[in-house]
T-cell receptor, first 116, second 112 residues
């Protein structure tokens, strides 16, 4: 089945220690997204890639970076995690369809990040 | 500012009860509308979507939603819920662009 895969599912890091979360997709979608979701809140878009074009949301902290080496993979790098960065990180994909614009998103299972 | 409001944050129902979850949006122009569901321990998945045409949309697992343009609403309904419908439900909109705006979600608990 085509899907969005995130690794690891659970990540524990120390305050200030860089961490990388990974996402891969078999859907061949041209857009990949990273969201941060905290308990009882809506997913918050951090950034997205449209093909190789990186688009940062205006309120995404500089501490968060991303890489997309190819269509299938996308990484979220948190350079110096703080306690406030503990959250679920969701990767999603979508494709642009003629006539309807962007279709629904497909989500991975998420990576739950704990910062000690 | 673009926004999505889900007024019911927590809903508790008994099995066989009817369900309606509210979703209102603030978004200028044409919108695409979505309901996603997140079962415990699982990823967000699409329940149904509206792009155009019949404003009453049917989705998976007996869910449906009605787009009422004049009310900027896209409420989710199910005539008879089951214990397995226990989950968190998110309403989302986009204007045909890459950006999706999500509501804060509604946690539904169905009592057996």
């Amino acid at each position: 089945d085509a899907m969005v895969i995130q690794n690891p599912r659970y990540q524990v890091t120390q305050f200030g220690k860089p961490v990388t979360l990974s996402c891969s997709q078999t859907l061949n979608h041209n857009v990949m997204y990273w969201y941060q979701q905290k308990s009882s809140q809506a997913p918050k878009l951090l950034f997205h890639y449209y093909d190789k074009d990186f688009n940062n949301e205006a309120d995404t902290p500089d501490n968060f970076q991303s890489r997309r080496p190819n269509t299938s993979f996308c990484f979220l790098d948190i350079r110096s995690p703080g306690l406030g960065d503990a959250a679920m990180y969701l990767c999603a994909t979508s494709s642009e369809e003629s006539g309807t614009g962007f279709n629904e998103q497909f989500f991975g299972p998420g990576t739950r990040l704990t910062v000690l | 500012a673009q926004s999505v409001s889900q007024h019911n944050h927590h809903v508790i129902l008994s099995e066989a009860a009817s369900l309606e979850l509210g979703c209102n949006y603030s978004y200028g122009g044409t919108v695409n509308l979505f309901w996603y569901v997140q079962y415990p321990g699982q990823h967000l998945q699409l329940l149904l979507k509206y792009f155009s045409g019949d404003p009453l949309v049917k989705g998976i697992k007996g869910f449906e939603a009605e787009f009422i343009k004049s009310k900027f609403s896209f409420n989710l309904r199910k005539p008879s819920v089951q214990w397995s419908d226990t989950a968190e439900y998110f309403c989302a909109v986009n204007g045909g662009t890459y950006k999706y705006i999500f509501g804060t979600g509604t946690r539904l608990k169905v009592l057996a």
